[in-house]
């Protein structure tokens, strides 16, 4: 069954550093979205991305974050100057129809990050 | 503000037992509520979609509810299993210009089932 794949399982970093989340979408999905979760809280919204450019985005996603799909395959996430509460699971998704219009979102295991 | 509400807030029940599992939102202008079922430390697996015109929707032993008057939807989980265990969330989602996808999650019903 396809799946959504997501590197590296968990990352740990310096307070500071640049961190990139990759994500690999299901092959035919059109729609892509990243959403992280603190530990102990909520599921949080952070982008979504179709035709190649950011079609909406949450307030915690400022000019640190950035979201790229360099290839046909992958969608990544990228944090620049991470900070102590960026430390959060990282849930990459895609659905092949427009949630809005009933379509699935299908989530990957997640990216744990831990930044020290 | 758009809000999502669930309870409780954790549960716990035997095995075999029923269970139902609400949802209260503000979200306005509404598309549609989905529950979700999220394992620890895994990624939320969809159970159903449901939109403003629905009002039952079955998946399995699970069936949701839908009263878009009220804002309030319900998860009601029949004959449970010890694999029920995990958090189930609701995800209700705006509907919003252009045909864009803006979830609102709650923050889960945490649901233990013992044997």
């Known amino acids: 069954e396809p799946e959504v794949t997501q590197t590296p399982s968990h990352q740990v970093t310096q307070m500071g550093q640049e961190v990139i989340l990759r994500c690999v979408p299901i092959?035919?999905?059109?729609?892509f979205y990243w959403y992280r979760q603190i530990l102990g809280q909520k599921v949080e919204f952070l982008v979504s991305?179709?035709?190649?450019?950011?079609?909406?985005k949450s307030e915690i996603f400022d000019d640190q974050f950035s979201v790229e799909r360099p290839d046909g395959s992958n969608f990544t996430l990228k944090i620049r100057s991470t900070k102590l509460e960026d430390s959060a699971m990282y849930f990459c998704?895609?659905?092949?129809?427009?949630?809005?219009?009933?379509?699935?979102?299908?989530f990957g295991e997640g990216s744990r990050l831990t930044v020290l | 503000k758009n809000q999502v509400e669930q309870s409780p807030q954790s549960l716990i029940i035997l095995e075999g037992k029923n269970c139902t599992l609400q949802?209260?939102?503000?979200?306005?202008?509404?598309?549609?509520l989905r529950w979700y079922k999220q394992d620890t430390g895994r990624g939320p697996v969809s159970l159903t979609i449901?939109?403003?015109?629905?009002n039952t929707k079955s998946n399995g032993r699970y069936t949701a509810t839908l009263d878009a008057d009220t804002k309030q939807s319900s998860l009601h989980i029949t004959a449970s299993q010890l694999s029920d265990s995990a958090s189930y969330i609701c995800?209700?989602?705006?509907?919003?210009?252009?045909?864009?996808?803006?979830?609102?999650f709650g923050r889960g019903t945490s649901l233990i089932v013992h044997p």
């Open positions: 449901m939109t403003f015109s629905e």
């Open positions: 991305f179709y035709n190649n450019e950011i079609s909406e």
């Open positions: 949802c209260n939102y503000t979200v306005s202008p509404f598309s549609n």
């Open positions: 092959s035919n999905h059109l729609y």
């Open positions: 998704a895609s659905s092949e129809v427009n949630p809005t219009a009933g379509g699935e979102l299908f």
């Open positions: 995800v209700v989602s705006l509907h919003a210009s252009g045909g864009s996808y803006i979830p609102t």
